[in-house]
């Protein structure tokens, strides 16, 4: 069964649930699942082997989702910070969010560096390198997304205006001989789509 993205946004928006609602939601879901996904793995459960130097599944669990917890609260206090109208705030808020992104990656990357064929600097060192790389390229990409989602609303939100605006001017100034068939083949069609 294929699901048609457009009309689901479209439902949802209807709803009155927005982009920046599904996202913060997605985040605080990771966030709670990364944080508990390891309880499905203790007791009985648990699988005994070498993961990434963890005897047992249930810690390595434990361990990388307290770490994904922390750069997921990172991104979301990012996030929170596009909604912040004081600037002086708004930097101190981003500051720390890169900050707790940063201590997280640097602990992912930690726990998938530590080996016995790594001596401890190398460790300390690739962990620290690929988590400031991983921080740029993960807030890179959060500035981009958010860039490119304000830039397509702000021109629905243009359009929007301009197709208003003929229809209050067109109807007003008797322009339009059929009103109901301009309205069902233009004016709905149109504004349809802007929802998508």
């Known amino acids: 069964m294929k699901i048609n993205k457009s009309k689901f946004f479209h439902r949802l928006r209807k709803k009155g649930i927005t982009f920046q609602a599904l996202l913060i939601s997605l985040l605080l879901l990771v966030i ?5 996904i390891y309880i499905f793995f203790l007791g009985e459960n648990d699988v005994k082997g070498d993961f990434f ?3 047992w599944l249930s810690f390595f669990l434990w361990d990388f989702g307290s770490q994904c917890f922390t750069i997921f609260t990172g991104l979301l206090l990012w996030y929170s910070t596009i909604f912040h109208t004081e600037n002086k705030f708004k930097k101190v808020f ?8 940063l201590i997280g990656f640097f ?10 064929k790594f001596n401890e600097t190398f460790e300390v060192v690739g962990s620290l390198s ?7 390229s993960i807030v890179f990409l959060m500035k981009f997304l958010n860039k490119e989602l304000m830039t397509i609303t702000e021109l629905k939100s243009k359009i929007r205006f301009v197709m208003h605006k003929m229809i209050v001017e067109s109807v007003k100034n008797k322009h339009i001989i059929n009103k ?3 309205k069902e083949e233009i004016v709905d069609p149109t504004l349809d789509k802007l929802d998508e």
């Open 32 to 36: 709670i699942l990364s944080r508990f």
């Open 130 to 136: 690929l988590s400031f790389l991983a921080t740029f």
């Open 180 to 182: 109901e068939r301009w």
């Open 53 to 55: 130097g963890f005897e």
């Open 94 to 101: 981003r500051l720390s969010s890169y900050l707790i992104i």
């Open 107 to 116: 602990y992912v990357f930690w726990i998938f560096l530590d080996n016995e």
